[in-house]
């Protein structure tokens, strides 16, 4: 008798269980998109507070009832069957929806008078670009905390994936599969020189005459040292590169100081920087760079992150150039 009644509880228990894991679509939901997105049960479970057994439980309970693989484990790797692949593209968004409730309805409540926003860009995009958005961003929500990310192209991907940035605002050479971009500012390639430099006086600059000086670029592994030595290598134009360094600021103080020229983004130029340096448009050989909102596909926006992406309007800051450099109108 004692024998049935352990037998009884123990039958209840594991129907308990099951019903638990099979009833709960939220939470199997939410361990998925959690697996797919940390790489790892272990690391699924650490971000959920759970305990591994149970993400894996609740992972099996939902391919149980949907009738069909999600996941392929592969040693230490996970890889997504073509179901997984259309169920995460549907989940995510409905869980960091559910995750962010409770944010998001606060913001409708109190008019955005609370909450936070993480934007990532790169130096140059923080220092000219969104100083002016950012301007006009606080004016109408000053109670929103608003932290901007200082990052290179690929750690701001690697933030929006670990979804600790809400969007980035920067320029795509190359986009991956997961990432949506919308370029919105068009800016020029620019010739910057001495005032006093032979090519400062030369109407008609051909690429060919840029190859006796040298070139003050950005550090390699940065997208402008790329454009710039792909042009050159495409025409089979030989040049030389003089001085690495970062920061556009200090490209400009050293090419006013004689140090060398450098081909630049228009971003970067200001009314002031024509005192010191002769500028020439450089679009017949290098190609515009595009700035615009990168985000990762199906994230839901919060209502801090939309009410920014609505100043980011085309025309707004980007400019066209005359041939001296100067925007035109």
């Known amino acids: 008798m004692a024998r049935k009644r352990v037998v009884e509880t123990l039958d209840d228990a594991a129907e308990a269980e099951r019903y638990y894991y099979k009833g709960n679509r939220h939470k199997q939901l939410r361990a998925f998109v959690s697996i797919v997105k940390l790489g790892t049960l272990t690391r699924a479970a650490e971000a959920l507070f759970l305990s591994q057994p149970t993400v894996s439980l609740q992972l099996q309970a939902l391919e149980r009832e949907l009738g069909v693989p999600l996941l392929e484990r592969r040693r230490r790797r996970i890889n997504l069957t073509d179901a997984g692949e259309a169920l995460y593209e549907l989940a995510r968004p409905l869980v960091e929806g559910w995750d962010n409730l409770d944010r998001d309805f606060q913001a409708r409540v109190k008019g955005l008078k609370a909450g936070r926003l993480t934007i990532a860009a790169g130096a140059s995009t923080i220092q000219y670009l969104l100083p002016e958005l950012v301007r006009r961003y606080r004016e109408a929500y000053p109670a929103v905390h608003l932290q901007l990310a200082s990052v290179t192209g690929r750690d701001g991907l690697a933030l929006l994936r670990a979804d600790e940035a809400d969007f980035a ?60 030595d792909l042009v050159f290598q495409q025409r089979q134009v030989p040049y030389q590169v003089a001085i690495e360094v970062g920061g556009w600021e200090v490209i400009k103080a050293y090419v006013a100081a004689g140090l060398g020229i450098s081909v630049v983004t228009g971003i970067c130029i200001t009314d002031a920087d024509h005192a010191q340096l002769a500028v020439r448009n450089m679009k017949r050989f290098f190609p515009q760079r595009s700035y615009g909102v990168v985000m990762r596909k199906g994230k839901s926006l919060s209502a801090e992150a939309r009410a920014f992406v609505e100043l980011v309007k085309p025309g707004l800051l980007g400019r066209e150039y005359d041939a001296t450099g100067h925007p035109g109108r």
């Open 169 to 228: 605002v920067g320029s795509l050479l190359d986009v991956p599969n997961d990432i949506a971009w919308a370029p919105l500012y068009h800016y020029d390639p620019l010739l910057i020189t001495p005032r006093d430099h032979p090519l400062a006086r030369k109407s008609d600059i051909a690429l060919e005459d840029l190859s006796p000086y040298g070139l003050i670029l950005p550090p390699q592994r940065l997208t402008t040292y790329r454009l710039v």
